[in-house]
């Protein structure tokens, strides 16, 4: 059986174009080695060009990023911070952090995407019981926007600060409006595995330069302007390096095609799997755009003929790695007792649900193997 490392083929990995080695290269060859530095400021106005934010703020990691949306929502102690039950761990955690308390919502059957009529009845029930959420975090799950409408609505109402972890969904619309732009911030995550990579990073999209300009100072351990070392407030090191920024830049250069080539990798899956009529796939919607950072599956074992965990053995048995879908939040040790409003969706995704293969280098003839092995199970 194949170890955890050195698979022939991973779930995500890293996909370069060979722009990246030459902005490296310049950021040698002018010394610009220390942290900042204008790879950062230029990854900074093409992630914001590209996404079409006000602002953005270059991070060393997407949970950085979501940990000073918060701060700058100023959720604190005990406050109460919504967010999806059906999410990664990293969506979560800086609400810890801060002291707060994450309230979890399940999920949509078709989207996966946090459920905005539970969402509203879970705000109410808060509110009745004098817990006022102070923030809301909407994940675009697997690189599927969320309803944004639905939740700017909801945030508007009830005054809750919106923030959007888009850590997945870099190149994913919502009626052709980037993921990561609807609220006060907006989550981007570069870490190995996803749609680009810096080979670890993040960024802040921010609705005002104000708001980036203030992320950027906490992140630079909060330096007051003064000629000596100066703190007025609790300051962190978040700053993304100028040498990870050159790494964005080249990654830049190809963020459309990697995205259409995941698009493509989810159509070819779904056009070979859909054969067995136990395993079906997430729905898109009108007017919504994917990034299909990963390809997922759901497998009805009755009519699949296999369960997932079986699916997963079989890509195992010849070294390609897939992945179960997140485990709930709700269903965490860590968070077990938080509140969480549940439709026992995201425990049945949990249950079936596999992620395939994805990184836009896999070849065609790989992934054909791979639809091969799940269609026998
Ligand atoms: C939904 C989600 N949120 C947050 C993160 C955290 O990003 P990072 O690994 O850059 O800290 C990730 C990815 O790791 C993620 O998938």
Redesign the pocket.
């Known amino acids: 059986m194949a170890t955890q490392k050195g698979f022939n083929i991973y779930l995500s990995p890293p996909h370069m174009c060979g722009q990246e080695a030459t902005f490296v290269q310049d950021a040698f060859t002018s010394n610009w080695i220390a942290p900042l530095g204008p790879h950062v400021d230029a990854f900074e106005q093409s992630l914001a060009t590209f996404t079409g934010s006000t602002s953005c703020a270059a991070l060393n ?4 990023a ?1 940990h000073l949306a918060l701060i700058m929502s100023g959720v604190g102690v005990g406050d109460v911070v919504i967010c999806p039950t059906l ?2 761990s ?2 979560v955690n800086p609400i810890i952090y801060q002291g707060a308390m994450p309230v979890f919502i399940d999920c949509l059957a078709d989207t996966w995407n946090m459920d905005p009529g539970l969402c509203e009845s879970a705000i109410l029930d808060l509110m009745a019981k004098g817990k006022r959420p102070k923030a809301l975090i909407v ?1 675009h ?1 697997y690189g599927m926007p969320a309803n944004m409408h639905a939740f700017t609505q909801l945030c508007e109402k009830y005054n809750i600060t919106l923030i959007e ?1 888009a ?2 969904s870099l190149g994913a619309y919502f009626h052709q409006q980037h993921t990561g732009t609807f609220g006060r911030f907006g ?1 981007l ?3 190995g ?2 749609v680009i990579t810096t080979s ?3 960024a802040l999209l921010c609705q005002t330069s104000a708001d980036a300009e203030q992320a950027r100072f906490l992140a630079t351990q909060a330096r007051d302007q003064a000629p000596h070392y100066e703190h007025s407030q609790i300051g962190y090191n978040y700053r993304l390096s100028n040498i990870c920024a050159a790494i964005g830049r080249g990654q830049m250069t190809v963020l459309e095609d990697r995205v259409a080539t995941r698009r493509e990798i989810w159509a070819r899956y779904q056009a070979g799997l859909s054969v067995n009529p136990g395993i079906s796939f997430t729905y898109e919607p009108e007017n919504y755009r994917s990034s299909r950072w990963l390809t997922t599956i759901l497998i009805h074992p009755e009519q699949a003929g296999f369960t997932c965990e079986m699916a997963r053995n079989t890509l195992l048995a010849h070294q390609i790695e897939s992945r179960p879908v997140w485990k709930p939040m709700h269903l965490q040790p860590i968070f077990k007792g938080h509140p969480a409003y549940l439709n026992g969706h995201s425990a049945n995704i949990f249950n079936q649900g596999l992620c395939l293969p994805s990184g836009s280098s896999l070849s065609t003839t790989d992934q054909d193997m791979i639809i091969n092995l799940l269609l026998q199970g």
């Open positions: 990691s997407g949970t950085s979501l999410t990664f990293a969506s994940v799950l972890d850590a997945e989550v995550s570069f870490n595995n996803k670890g990073g993040g």
